[in-house]
C-alpha cells in the first residue's frame, strides 16, 4: 500500500487542495512559501501522533471568510493498495472505501469547535458583521484565538468520515513517520549516546551478528545460549572493572559527609558494581575516525553530518519495522526530508538520492519517501514522476502539477518524457523552479536575451519575475511546451506558468524534380528567394517545428510563440540587421568572414547604407553573385531589398561562428549601454520585444 493522495482544506497555505503521490519516492519542489513544508506538516497531523502538536490561530488558511460556521481543519489522506506486505489490508481494513482490487482506504483529520459551543460563538462573531462588507476577518480569528481555539478539539477518522468511527489508535501506532526538518542540529539530537534514540537503535544492532534484528523468542536455543554466554560475559568483567574504580574511591570520607548531615537514617549510602549492558551504552559518543585520528563529531563538516543524522534514522526505522520489537513493530515506515541538500555539494546531493532511491527498492527501511528540495541537483538525479511542483501561477492561484502526468500513454508522448527526462540536467531543470519560462534555440539568444531587455528597460522586470532562459533545440520545443499546455480540465496537471518559445523563421525551399543526385529535401533559403521559380521549387517561409507550434500551442494563454514575421523573415542574426542596418553596433572584433566579406567591407557597405545610396550602388562591390541575382529579381520594393541584401550578408558572414560572435556582440551592446545618452540607438527586433513584453507582465 502507498499514500496515494492527500486532501487539504483550510490549513495553512491551503485552502481547499489535493495532493497525489506515487509509491517510492515524492520530491516536493518549488519556490519559498509555496506549501511544501506545510504539506509535510499535514502528514504529520495524521500520522505523527506521539509528536502531533495542537494547530494555532497562524494554522487556519488565511483566505477564511463564513465566519457564521467557525473555522475547521480538515486533511483526508488516501491508502491504495500496491505491492502490498501481508499486514497491509488488515491495517486498514476498517478504513476500507473500496473494498476490491486496488483497495482504497481513508483517515481524515479534522480540528473543529465542539458543535456545543457553536450558539455561543454564532452570538459572538455577529458583533463582528459588517453588512457591506461581511465579516471583519482580523476580529473574528482574534475572537477565535482568545475564547475558543482552547475548546477546539481533533479526531481521526477511519473510512467514511460522516461515520463519524475513530480510527483505532494502536493501528495509526503501526504507520511510523519521521521527520527531518531543514533545521535540524544533527549533533545535538542524534550523537551522543545519552540521547534515547541512539542508544536504541545500538541497543538494536547489538549482537545483530546473532539476532539478525529479531525478537529473542525467534532464536535458536543455540544462538540464545551464545547471547547468555556474552551477557554473562559482560557482567564478569563489567562488575571487575567497575569495582576497581569503587576501590580507588574515598568513600569513608563521603559517609563521614553522609552521617554529619543525617543522611544515614535513610540508609547506608554505598556504590554497586552492577552495569547493564543498555546503562553502558549511554556512555558511547559517536566519533569519526580519518586518517588514524579519532575526532569527535562536532568537528565533523555539517554536511556529513546530515547524512549520518539520516543514516541512523534509517536504522532507527529498520529496528522499529523488525520483530525485535514485537507487537509494537511498525509496518509502514514513512520518511520526509526537508530539503536534504543542506549543507551538501551537487555531487553529493546526487549520491544521497540514488541511495534513497536503491534503499527504497531493496532495504525498504522507508517503504514512502516524501522530499522537500529547492536544488536542481535533486531534482536531475530523481525520475521525472517522482517530482511534483508547488508554485502559485501568473494570477496567483495555488496551484500543485505534475510534470509526468502531463504526458499521455501515447507512443509520441513517452518519447516526449524519455526526451525530457533525458535534458534535465542540474542547470535545464531550472525550469520547474522559475516563475515564468523562456525557451530559446541557440547560445546566441540566450546570451543576447536579457540584454535586449536592458534596451527595453524590463531587465530588472526578468530578474525580479524569476524568468529562467533556457535553450534548447528548436525541432524539441514541442517535448517541453507539453509540461506547460494548462487547461482547467483536459490538462489540470500541468504548469500554469507563462511560456515564450523565440524561434528562427528559418524559410526554406526544395526542388520539384530533383535532377542528377540531387534529393528531394528542404534546404534553408533567403526570404528575398521565397517564390521566385515557383515551377521549379516548393516554398516554406516557416519552419515545420514553428508551424507546428503555432497550430499546437496557439490556443493557451500562458504559452506564447514568437517568430520573425513569416515571408520576411529568417533567424536572430538576420533581424539584427533588418532592425539596424546601419548600425556599426553590429560589427564586432570576433566578426568573421571571406574575402571583401571582412569587417572593413561590411563597415562599407552599412555607410552607403547609412547615406542612402541605391541598390545598385550596394551590390556594385559584392561578390555574392547568387545573392545579389535574387535580390534584384525579387518583387519587393526598393528600400526592403536594401534592407534585405544587407541582412542577408551580414547572416551569411556570422552564421558559422554565432555563438561566438553573440558573446562579443553583447558586450559591445552592454558598454553602449552604458554610455547613457551618449550611446548610439539600437533597435530590438519586434518579435524579441513582443517576447520580453509578453513574459514581463
Known amino acids: 500500500m502507498y499514500i496515494s493522495e492527500v486532501a ?98 481513508q483517515l481524515t483529520y479534522i480540528f473543529a469547535l465542539p458543535a456545543k459551543y457553536w450558539a455561543s460563538y454564532s452570538a459572538e462573531v455577529e458583533l463582528h458583521k459588517n453588512d457591506a462588507d461581511g465579516f471583519d476577518k482580523t476580529a473574528c480569528f482574534k475572537l477565535i484565538e482568545k475564547k475558543y481555539l482552547q475548546k477546539y478539539v481533533s479526531h481521526i477518522y477511519g473510512g467514511d468520515p460522516a461515520r463519524q468511527e475513530k480510527a483505532d489508535p494502536d493501528l495509526l501506532d503501526k504507520f511510523d513517520f519521521q521527520f527531518l526538518d531543514a533545521i535540524r542540529d544533527a549533533e545535538r539530537q542524534m550523537f551522543y549516546g545519552n540521547n534515547t534514540l541512539l542508544r536504541d537503535v545500538l541497543n538494536y544492532f547489538l549482537d545483530y551478528d546473532i539476532t539478525e534484528g529479531k525478537g529473542y523468542e525467534a532464536l535458536e536455543q543455540t544462538d540464545k545460549a551464545e547471547l547468555i554466554r556474552r551477557e554473562n560475559e559482560f557482567s564478569e568483567k563489567s562488575t571487575e572493572l567497575l569495582q576497581t574504580l569503587i576501590d580507588r574511591i574515598s568513600r569513608d570520607q563521603i559517609l563521614e559527609y553522609s552521617e554529619e548531615t543525617g543522611a544515614t537514617k535513610g540508609g547506608r549510602p554505598d556504590f554497586d558494581a552492577k552495569v547493564s549492558e543498555l546503562e553502558l551504552l549511554f556512555a558511547l559518543r559517536l566519533i569519526v575516525e580519518k586518517q588514524g585520528f579519532k575526532l569527535p563529531i562536532k568537528n565533523n563538516g555539517l554536511g556529513y553530518n546530515n547524512l549520518l543524522f539520516i543514516a541512523l534514522i534509517l536504522a532507527k526505522m529498520q529496528m522499529e519495522r523488525s520483530s525485535f520489537m514485537g507487537d509494537n513493530a511498525k509496518v509502514f515506515p514513512i520518511l520526509a526530508i526537508e530539503e536534504p541538500e543542506a549543507h551538501l555539494h551537487p555531487s553529493m546531493q546526487y549520491k544521497f538520492l540514488k541511495f534513497l532511491n536503491k534503499n527504497l527498492s531493496e532495504k525498504k527501511q522507508a517503504r514512502q519517501v516524501f522530499i522537500t528540495s529547492h536544488s536542481t541537483q535533486i531534482t536531475s538525479a530523481v525520475e521525472l514522476d517522482s517530482i511534483i511542483c508547488f508554485y502559485e501561477d501568473h494570477e496567483q492561484n495555488q496551484r500543485v502539477a505534475y510534470p509526468a502526468k502531463t504526458f499521455s500513454d501515447s507512443a509520441e508522448d513517452q518519447d516526449s518524457k524519455a526526451y525530457v527526462k533525458r535534458f534535465l540536467d542540474a542547470t535545464k531543470s531550472n525550469m520547474l523552479f522559475a516563475d515564468k519560462i523562456v525557451f530559446v534555440e541557440g547560445l546566441a539568444e540566450q546570451l543576447l536575451l536579457p540584454c535586449f531587455a536592458a534596451y527595453l528597460d524590463k531587465e530588472q522586470v526578468l530578474v525580479d519575475s524569476h524568468v529562467a532562459i533556457v535553450s534548447v533545440d528548436s525541432r524539441t520545443f514541442k517535448h517541453f511546451l507539453k509540461i506547460f499546455a494548462f487547461h482547467e480540465e483536459n490538462s489540470p496537471f500541468c504548469i500554469k506558468r507563462k511560456v515564450v518559445c523565440i524561434t528562427d523563421a528559418d524559410p526554406s525551399h526544395k526542388l520539384k524534380e530533383p535532377e542528377g543526385n540531387d534529393k528531394k529535401r528542404w534546404k534553408s533559403c533567403y526570404p528575398v528567394e521565397l517564390h521566385l521559380k515557383s515551377n521549379e521549387y516548393e516554398y516554406k517561409p516557416l519552419a515545420t517545428h514553428a508551424e507546428d507550434l503555432f497550430a499546437n500551442f496557439s490556443d493557451y494563454d500562458n504559452i506564447k510563440i514568437c517568430t520573425p514575421v513569416s515571408g520576411v523573415g529568417k533567424t536572430l542574426e538576420y533581424e539584427l540587421a533588418i532592425s539596424n542596418p546601419g548600425n556599426p553596433l553590429l560589427l564586432t572584433d570576433a566578426f568573421p568572414g571571406r574575402g571583401k566579406n571582412k569587417k572593413v567591407f561590411f563597415e562599407q557597405l552599412m555607410q552607403k547604407f547609412t547615406e542612402g545610396k541605391s541598390l545598385e550602388n550596394l551590390l556594385n562591390d559584392s561578390e555574392h553573385e547568387y545573392l545579389k541575382s535574387v535580390v534584384v529579381a525579387c518583387a519587393w520594393d526598393e528600400p526592403a531589398k536594401r534592407k534585405a541584401f544587407i541582412a542577408s550578408v551580414y547572416h551569411g558572414a556570422v552564421e558559422s561562428a554565432k555563438g561566438e560572435h553573440a558573446f562579443y556582440l553583447e558586450r559591445q551592446l552592454r558598454d553602449n549601454l552604458a554610455k547613457g545618452d551618449a550611446r548610439v540607438e539600437f533597435t530590438v527586433p519586434t518579435y524579441i520585444a513582443d517576447s520580453i513584453t509578453f513574459i514581463s507582465e
Open 8 to 105: 487539504i482544506k483550510n490549513y495553512r497555505n491551503f485552502q481547499d487542495n489535493k495532493v497525489i503521490f506515487t509509491p517510492g519516492l515524492n520530491v516536493l519542489i518549488g519556490h519559498n512559501n509555496a506549501g511544501k513544508t506545510n504539506l509535510i506538516k499535514a502528514l504529520q497531523l495524521v500520522f505523527e501522533r506521539k509528536q502531533r502538536s495542537k494547530p494555532t490561530i497562524e494554522d487556519f488558511n488565511s483566505a477564511y471568510t463564513d465566519f457564521s460556521v467557525p473555522p475547521s481543519i480538515e486533511i483526508t489522506v488516501t491508502i491504495t493498495e500496491h505491492d502490498d506486505e501481508e499486514e497491509d489490508k488488515n491495517i486498514v481494513y476498517d478504513w476500507l472505501l473500496q473494498d476490491g482490487s486496488p483497495y482504497s482506504a
